[in-house]
């Protein structure tokens, strides 16, 4: 990645605050980018009731990927459940950067002496994305046969924490 984009974390413990600003933002990105969107509200929802972790990437003041993820109330694992980014900025490292970061942020003391791995699903139908994961270290632990509402399957997928 040769250019230089804005990160910033955001928790479920508010620090900073997630704003209407930010989420307008993410469900315009995920309606641009995802087949199985969430909209602004699903977004305002899922960010006042979980125990999330949410990365942001920006080029300069446009939003162009964003991870969001629950940890698990004994702080055992992280679920990631969304990774996105904006398909002019695909193939630059921005996936690999998210991922990256997310490691860094359950690499905190408080997180790591128990954070193990990372769980994700992936639709069948998304082999590039099943390939970028394999790539960035997740195995295939489980095939749900058709999970979801289009009748495919979801590959389950999990890597282990290297601090573990």
């Given at each position: 990645m040769n250019?230089?984009?804005?990160?910033?974390?955001?928790n479920y413990m508010g620090q900073p605050d997630i704003n209407d600003s930010l989420t307008s933002?993410?469900?315009?990105l995920d309606a641009q980018e995802m087949e199985y969107l969430w909209n602004e509200k699903n977004w305002g929802d899922y960010l006042r009731t979980n125990r999330y972790y949410l990365l942001t990437v920006k080029d300069e003041l446009k939003l162009v990927g964003s991870l969001v993820g629950r940890i698990a109330t004994d702080f055992t694992f992280f679920e990631l459940d969304?990774?996105?980014?904006?398909?002019?900025?695909?193939?630059?490292?921005?996936?690999?950067?998210?991922l990256k970061s997310l490691e860094k942020v359950l690499k905190t003391k408080s997180i790591s002496e128990k954070c193990s791995c990372i769980y994700l699903?992936?639709?069948s139908k998304n082999p590039s994305a099943i390939s970028f994961y394999e790539i960035s270290g997740f195995s295939t632990y489980h095939?749900?046969?058709?999970?979801?509402?289009d009748g495919s399957d979801a590959v389950k997928m999990q890597k282990s924490l290297p601090w573990t």
């Amino acid at each position: 990645m040769n250019k230089s984009y804005s990160l910033s974390i955001y928790n479920y413990m508010g620090q900073p605050d997630i704003n209407d600003s930010l989420t307008s933002e993410l469900a315009f990105l995920d309606a641009q980018e995802m087949e199985y969107l969430w909209n602004e509200k699903n977004w305002g929802d899922y960010l006042r009731t979980n125990r999330y972790y949410l990365l942001t990437v920006k080029d300069e003041l446009k939003l162009v990927g964003s991870l969001v993820g629950r940890i698990a109330t004994d702080f055992t694992f992280f679920e990631l459940d969304k990774i996105f980014v904006h398909n002019e900025y695909l193939r630059k490292g921005l996936g690999a950067y998210l991922l990256k970061s997310l490691e860094k942020v359950l690499k905190t003391k408080s997180i790591s002496e128990k954070c193990s791995c990372i769980y994700l699903e992936v639709s069948s139908k998304n082999p590039s994305a099943i390939s970028f994961y394999e790539i960035s270290g997740f195995s295939t632990y489980h095939i749900a046969e058709k999970y979801y509402s289009d009748g495919s399957d979801a590959v389950k997928m999990q890597k282990s924490l290297p601090w573990t």
